[in-house]
C-alpha cells in the first residue's frame, strides 16, 4: 500500500496520520501531548488496535520516534515499501511558498525565514520537519502551506491601506489561514453540486475560524490577514477590532507588545466575552440564562452574518454557503442563528436536515431557496496526503 504520512507539529504537540491518498482511508493516526516536557502522553490507534501511555518527549524528535515506535507495534511499520512520502503542515508560507513544495535544505532555511511572519507556528512546523527529515532521510518529505490557497487572492483584497513602502518591506499582507481546509470543502462542495463555476462562501468554524469566498474555484476573500488574528470571533481570539484599541491600551492600560499579544490570541473571544473558550460550553451557559455568554454568542454570530453578506457582496452572487469544521459541523444551533437573518439572499434552512447527525457531507436547505447550505467535514490530513503524493511522485 502507498500511504503518505501526514504530520501537523505544534508546539507542544505531534498529531499523525499515515493515509491512504486515493480514499482518505487512514489507516492509523495519534496525537503526542506535551512535547517537550518528560511528561508527555500519547494516544494512538490503528484498526482496533489502540495504544495509550505517558511517554518521554524533550523535543519534536523525541515524538517523532515515539510515533514510529507507536507504529511499529500497532502493525502499521513505517517502511519505505509502505509510505511514499511525508506531508508536512506548515502554517505560514510567507510570499514565496505558493503551492505544496518538496523539502530540500533551501526550502527548510526559507520556511525558518518565513518563520517571523508567525512566530507563534512556524518554528514548531520546522521542528517537526527537522526532526521527521533526520528519522526517514529517504523519503521525499513535502511541505502543505496553509497560506497557499490565498497567494493568488485579487490585489485589492490582499493589500493593507498602510504605507506602501513599509509593507512591501516588510512582507505584510493579506496571507490568509486554513487554506487546506477552504481548498478542501470547496472542492467537494463544487464536485456535490456538479459546478466549477459555483459562487461559494466556506465559514470554517472550529477554536480558530475564517470565512472565505471562492469563485469559480479561486479564493478571493478571506478573514485572516497577515497573521490568523483577524475576521470572526474565535474560541479565544478577537478577530476584527479598532487598530486605535491597541494604541489606546498601549498608553491607558500598561499593556506591552507581549500583554496585548495575550490578550487578543489567549484572552478574547468567546472565552473573553463569556468566559468558556468551548462553544458547547457556551451554548450551555446562555441556555442556563447567563447574559455574559448570551452576549458572547450574540457577538459571534453579529460577525458571521456581517462577513457573509460582505462576501456576497464581493463575489456579485451567491450559490453555497458552507459549514465546516468543530463548530461548523457540530452545532445546528450557529447555523440556524446565523442563517436566519440571510433570507433576503435567499438562503432558507431545512429544520430538520439541519437538526440531523448524519456526520456526512450534505445539503441542509430546504432546496426551494436560491442558496445551497451545506455542511461538509473538513479533512486537511487527506488533502495534504494528495498534494503531498502528487508532489513527490513528480
Ligand atoms: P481546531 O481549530 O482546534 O482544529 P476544531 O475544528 O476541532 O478546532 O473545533 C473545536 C471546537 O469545536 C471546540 O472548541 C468546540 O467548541 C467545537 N465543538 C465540537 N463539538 C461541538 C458540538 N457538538 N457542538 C458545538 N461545538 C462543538
Same mark, same amino acid.
Given at each position: 500500500?502507498?500511504?503518505?504520512?501526514?504530520?501537523?507539529?505544534g508546539?507542544?504537540?505531534?498529531?499523525?496520520?499515515?493515509v491512504?491518498?486515493?480514499?482518505?482511508?487512514?489507516?492509523?493516526?495519534?496525537?503526542?501531548?506535551?512535547?517537550?516536557?518528560?511528561?508527555?502522553?500519547?494516544?494512538?490507534?490503528?484498526?482496533?488496535h489502540?495504544?495509550?501511555?505517558?511517554?518521554?518527549?524533550p523535543?519534536?524528535?523525541?515524538?517523532?520516534t515515539?510515533?514510529?515506535?507507536?507504529?511499529?507495534?500497532?502493525?502499521?511499520?513505517?517502511?519505505?515499501?509502505?509510505?511514499?512520502?511525508?506531508?508536512?503542515?506548515?502554517?505560514?508560507?510567507?510570499?514565496?511558498f505558493?503551492e505544496?513544495?518538496l523539502?530540500?535544505? @533551501?526550502?527548510? !532555511?526559507?520556511?525558518?525565514?518565513?518563520?517571523? /511572519?508567525?512566530? *507563534?507556528?512556524?518554528? +514548531?512546523? =520546522?521542528?517537526?520537519?527537522?526532526?521527521?527529515?533526520?528519522?526517514?532521510?529517504?523519503?521525499?518529505?513535502?511541505?502543505?502551506?496553509?497560506?497557499?490557497?490565498f497567494?493568488?487572492l485579487?490585489?485589492?483584497?490582499?493589500?493593507?491601506?498602510i504605507?506602501?513602502?513599509?509593507?512591501?518591506?516588510?512582507?505584510?499582507?493579506?496571507?490568509?489561514?486554513?487554506?487546506?481546509?477552504?481548498?478542501?470543502?470547496?472542492?467537494?462542495?463544487?464536485?456535490?453540486?456538479?459546478?466549477?463555476?459555483?459562487?461559494?462562501?466556506?465559514?470554517?468554524?472550529?477554536?480558530?475560524?475564517?470565512?472565505?469566498?471562492?469563485?469559480s474555484?479561486?479564493?478571493?476573500?478571506?478573514?485572516?490577514?497577515?497573521?490568523?488574528?483577524?475576521?470572526?470571533?474565535? @474560541?479565544?481570539? !478577537?478577530?476584527?477590532?479598532?487598530?486605535?484599541? /491597541?494604541?489606546? *491600551?498601549?498608553?491607558? +492600560?500598561? =499593556?506591552?507588545?507581549?500583554?496585548?499579544?495575550?490578550?487578543?490570541?489567549?484572552?478574547?473571544?468567546?472565552?473573553?466575552?463569556?468566559?468558556?473558550?468551548?462553544?458547547?460550553?457556551l451554548?450551555?451557559?446562555?441556555?442556563?440564562?447567563?447574559?455574559?455568554?448570551?452576549l458572547?454568542?450574540?457577538?459571534?454570530?453579529?460577525?458571521?452574518?456581517k462577513?457573509?453578506?460582505?462576501?456576497?457582496?464581493?463575489?456579485?452572487?451567491?450559490?453555497?454557503?458552507?459549514?465546516?469544521?468543530?463548530?461548523?459541523?457540530?452545532?445546528?444551533t450557529?447555523?440556524?442563528?446565523?442563517?436566519?437573518?440571510?433570507?433576503?439572499?435567499?438562503v432558507?434552512?431545512d429544520?430538520?436536515?439541519?437538526?440531523?447527525?448524519?456526520?456526512?457531507?450534505?445539503?441542509?436547505?430546504?432546496?426551494?431557496?436560491?442558496?445551497?447550505?451545506?455542511?461538509?467535514?473538513?479533512?486537511?490530513?487527506?488533502?495534504?496526503?494528495?498534494?503531498a503524493?502528487?508532489?513527490?511522485?513528480?
Amino acid at each position: 500500500m502507498s500511504n503518505v504520512l501526514v504530520l501537523n507539529a505544534g508546539s507542544s504537540s505531534l498529531k499523525y496520520q499515515l493515509v491512504d491518498p486515493e480514499t482518505g482511508e487512514a489507516s492509523a493516526k495519534g496525537l503526542i501531548e506535551r512535547v517537550g516536557t518528560d511528561k508527555g502522553h500519547l494516544k494512538h490507534e490503528s484498526g482496533d488496535h489502540k495504544d495509550e501511555r505517558d511517554v518521554e518527549v524533550p523535543d519534536h524528535s523525541a515524538a517523532v520516534t515515539v510515533m514510529q515506535d507507536a507504529m511499529e507495534r500497532g502493525g502499521t511499520p513505517l517502511t519505505p515499501d509502505s509510505v511514499i512520502a511525508v506531508g508536512h503542515r506548515v502554517v505560514h508560507g510567507g510570499r514565496n511558498f505558493t503551492e505544496p513544495t518538496l523539502i530540500d535544505d @533551501g526550502v527548510e !532555511s526559507e520556511i525558518d525565514r518565513v518563520a517571523v /511572519l508567525a512566530p *507563534l507556528h512556524n518554528p +514548531a512546523g =520546522l521542528a517537526g520537519i527537522r526532526s521527521a527529515r533526520k528519522v526517514f532521510p529517504d523519503l521525499p518529505h513535502v511541505a502543505v502551506f496553509d497560506t497557499a490557497f490565498f497567494s493568488d487572492l485579487p490585489a485589492a483584497a490582499a493589500t493593507y491601506a498602510i504605507d506602501r513602502d513599509l509593507a512591501r518591506e516588510h512582507a505584510i499582507r493579506r496571507y490568509g489561514f486554513h487554506g487546506t481546509s477552504h481548498e478542501y470543502v470547496s472542492q467537494q462542495v463544487s464536485s456535490l453540486l456538479g459546478r466549477d463555476d459555483l459562487k461559494q462562501i466556506v465559514l470554517h468554524l472550529g477554536n480558530g475560524a475564517s470565512i472565505s469566498a471562492v469563485d469559480s474555484g479561486r479564493a478571493v476573500e478571506t478573514s485572516m490577514g497577515l497573521t490568523p488574528l483577524e475576521g470572526l470571533v474565535m @474560541g479565544t481570539r !478577537s478577530g476584527d477590532l479598532d487598530p486605535g484599541i /491597541l494604541l489606546h *491600551l498601549s498608553r491607558v +492600560a500598561d =499593556l506591552d507588545t507581549q500583554g496585548l499579544d495575550d490578550l487578543l490570541n489567549k484572552k478574547s473571544g468567546i472565552y473573553g466575552l463569556g468566559g468558556h473558550r468551548d462553544f458547547r460550553d457556551l451554548k450551555q451557559a446562555k441556555d442556563d440564562g447567563d447574559e455574559a455568554a448570551t452576549l458572547a454568542f450574540d457577538v459571534y454570530v453579529h460577525r458571521l452574518v456581517k462577513y457573509v453578506g460582505a462576501y456576497a457582496a464581493v463575489l456579485g452572487g451567491l450559490d453555497a454557503i458552507t459549514f465546516t469544521a468543530g463548530v461548523g459541523e457540530n452545532s445546528p444551533t450557529i447555523r440556524a442563528a446565523a442563517l436566519e437573518q440571510l433570507g433576503f439572499l435567499g438562503v432558507r434552512l431545512d429544520e430538520q436536515k439541519n437538526s440531523s447527525r448524519d456526520g456526512g457531507a450534505r445539503r441542509i436547505d430546504d432546496g426551494a431557496g436560491r442558496v445551497a447550505v451545506l455542511v461538509v467535514p473538513t479533512n486537511e490530513e487527506w488533502a495534504i496526503a494528495r498534494h503531498a503524493a502528487e508532489v513527490a511522485v513528480r
